[in-house]
């Protein structure tokens, strides 16, 4: 939906999902460091000397760490906290999360980013956060649904290829046996990859198609997500597999090596001049 702005200067946007859980079990998946590194980015809620939350710090690779302030926490209902995450000379973004209960043994999980701006400098920026969280919700669905009270353990691979994006996922998904999946589909990668078996969840459509979510039977429980993306004039291949249970952690430290060093041959460096 388009940026909601008014006369103040107030702009925001906001994304939501329903999900078959507890308000509790939803409060653990986006409050906590380990619920949330669950199906997000590794993240830590720190907390003060009596034990109040003050901080959430999430950690989007080296040297990319976002770091929040908590205003208000009252669970398991509203989280909220301001950010500087625009960069220098940005206003500061206020994120609020919101845990609704609903009939069924439904729940609603909103996230609502806003900011106070006279200008349109930002708007970009928003509207990131609001095309980026669907897929990420769509982790969060599934992590709730088959693995809540699970904390996980991820595997996070990635290449860049002068490929487009589209030829790219084409190597991927030929490479691992996944071509042509839908979903409802069974897979097992094809031989000469690394080990996997999983139910296909979703596969991306239209402009999205590069874009395939999985739920892990093998070599451990757990949920994958691998897309193909423009970024800079080459094309990212991700791959993100998270692992639940007691042997998670065991699973991904033996695993994140093997798909690391075959997607580099998939996908190698171009040659230095």
């Not at 205003?71 to 995450?85: F, G, N, V």
Request: hydrophobic share 40%; charged share 20%; proline share 8%.
């Amino acid at each position: 939906m388009p940026i909601k702005k008014d006369g103040s200067g107030h702009r925001s946007v906001q994304v939501e999902v329903d999900i078959p859980c507890s308000p509790e079990a939803a409060w653990d998946a986006i409050a906590t460091g380990p619920g949330v590194t669950s199906w997000f980015v590794p993240t830590t809620v720190e907390t003060d000397a009596n034990g109040k939350p003050v901080r959430v710090v999430a950690n989007f690779g080296p040297g990319m760490e976002s770091i929040s302030d908590i205003t208000e926490w009252d669970p398991p209902h509203r989280l909220a906290a301001e950010s500087l995450d625009l960069g220098p000379g940005a206003p500061p973004v206020a994120t609020e999360w919101i845990v609704e209960a609903r009939d069924g043994g439904m729940c609603t999980v909103r996230v609502v980013h806003s900011l106070f701006a006279s200008t349109d400098d930002w708007d970009n920026q928003l509207e990131s956060f609001e095309s980026g969280w669907p897929g990420f919700f769509r982790i969060l669905r599934l992590y709730l649904q088959h693995f809540s009270g699970q904390h996980g353990t991820a595997v996070q691979v990635q290449a860049r290829s002068e490929l487009s994006p589209a030829e790219a996922w084409s190597r991927f998904a030929e490479s691992t046996g996944f071509s042509g999946a839908a979903a409802g589909d069974h897979r097992r990668t094809a031989a000469g990859a690394p080990a996997l078996a999983a139910h296909v969840e979703r596969v991306g459509a239209a402009a999205q198609r590069e874009d395939l979510l999985l739920r892990v039977d093998e070599p451990n429980p757990g949920v994958a997500h691998a897309f193909a993306m423009n970024l800079g004039g080459q094309t990212l291949l991700s791959l993100r597999i998270i692992f639940y249970g007691d042997q998670a952690a065991a699973a991904a430290a033996e695993h994140e090596p093997k798909w690391s060093q075959w997607l580099a041959g998939l996908f190698p460096p171009a040659p230095t001049t």
